[in-house]
């Protein structure tokens, strides 16, 4: 089948839902990477509090506290790398078999289409799954990289190089949690993205709710107004 083939088996209303979904997708995590300086999400925050540690680092004895919470943030980050590639493994499972799957949908709604929709509908998720499996990797490493900028700074905080190497290891820190992050929205929206197997309005309202979600912890949250010294 040629990919011409493949597109017009797609009728405007899947389309229109996938491109919501796409553009969701990366607007939220624009957003909340970018809120502006009125409106901080979580993230945001959380970076600056991440940049207090560094310093406060400099001059803790001993660091071993510091080295429990690096360790568990890399753990967490490995968790959901090794959960990500069950996932993927598993759908891709069912892309070689769709047939049970087709008898789930089947009784949920009336939609009869070819074996390649279902593909392509599951190829979708596979995708959400891939890019969360590579960001909790990059984000295990960044840590990694943390670790020995941690390593690396003095003891001394007298030393010239003391500060300037803990903002650096504050910095990949940071950028760990970005990429952990963009790891968790891509596990949500490959949750919703499932939901097209059951039809495109099925997965706009899908998308609609993860993306709330996702809004809501970073700008409505309890622990956002925790973070602004709020309760």
Same mark, same amino acid.
């Given at each position: #089948? ?7 088996? $797609? ?16 607007? /939220?995590?624009? =957003? ?12 945001? #925050? ?32 490995? $968790? ?7 996932? /993927? ?28 929709? =279902? ?15 590579? %960001? ?6 960044? $840590? ?29 820190? @940071?950028?760990?949690? /970005? ?33 709330? /979600?996702?809004?809501?912890?970073? $700008? ?5 107004? @925790?973070?602004?010294? %709020?309760?």
């Amino acid at each position: #089948m040629s990919p011409d083939d493949l597109i017009n088996l $797609f009728p405007t209303a899947d389309w229109i839902a996938l491109f919501l979904t796409l553009g969701l997708w990366l607007g /939220i995590g624009w =957003w909340i990477e970018h809120p502006g300086l009125k409106h901080p999400s979580v993230t945001v #925050m959380m970076a600056e509090r991440r940049r207090d540690w560094m310093r406060v680092m400099v001059t803790r004895e001993p660091r071993i506290f510091d080295s429990q919470i690096l360790a568990t943030l890399r753990q967490a980050t490995s $968790f959901f790398a090794s959960t990500s590639i069950l996932a /993927i493994g598993g759908v891709l499972a069912l892309v070689g078999n769709t047939e049970p799957l087709q008898g789930v949908v089947a009784e949920i709604t009336e939609v009869d289409a070819p074996v390649v929709i =279902w593909q392509a509908k599951l190829g979708l998720v596979a995708l959400f799954l891939t890019n969360a499996f590579l %960001k909790f990797v990059w984000a295990n490493r960044l $840590f990694g990289y943390c670790a020995v900028l941690m390593a690396s700074v003095p003891n001394d905080p007298s030393d010239e190089t003391a500060y300037p190497r803990a903002g650096q290891a504050a910095e990949l820190n @940071i950028r760990a949690a /970005i990429n952990f992050n963009r790891g968790l929205r891509s596990m949500y929206y490959a949750l919703s993205t499932l939901a097209w197997l059951v039809g495109p309005v099925a997965l706009i309202v899908a998308t609609v709710v993860v993306t709330y /979600i996702l809004w809501s912890r970073e $700008f409505r949250s309890l622990p956002r107004s @925790i973070l602004q010294g %709020k309760t």
